[in-house]
């Protein structure tokens, strides 16, 4: 079992950056492929990117690719979600998850039914 906790959210005007990280408990981080998701006020959770569990793979939902950068680093149990260029629709809740990767070590996973352990979540507000 593992326990994360998202840190790094705040308020940033448009166009600003922020990096999120997501620190986790156990020592067998790298056996997990990684996830971050969102949540705005009154609509469902997204998929915002993955990072598979050796960190040579990611995706990106379209509408962050170019803007967002995943990375990890297994030696301190973390991972993080770099954001740039922000815009006033990035608001929201953000999550980091994680999944046991027993498979190819690439393998990422999109879908939010794939995550087994999830975190409180972060806030990130951009303001126009």
Do not use: H
């Amino acid at each position: 079992q593992v326990q994360l906790v998202e840190s790094g959210g705040g308020l940033v005007q448009a166009g600003g950056s922020l990096r999120l990280s997501c620190a986790a408990s156990g020592r067998t981080f790298s056996t997990y492929a990684m996830g971050w998701f969102r949540q705005a006020p009154g609509k469902e959770r997204e998929f915002v990117g993955a990072i598979s569990r050796s960190g040579r793979s990611t995706n990106y939902a379209d509408s962050v690719k170019g803007r967002f950068t995943i990375s990890r680093d297994n030696a301190k149990n973390s991972v993080y979600l770099q954001m740039n260029s922000l815009k006033p629709e990035d608001t929201a809740v953000y999550y980091c998850a994680a999944t046991i990767s027993s498979g190819y070590s690439g393998s990422v996973y999109l879908s939010e039914y794939a995550y087994d352990y999830w975190g409180q979540g972060t806030q990130v507000t951009v303001s126009s």
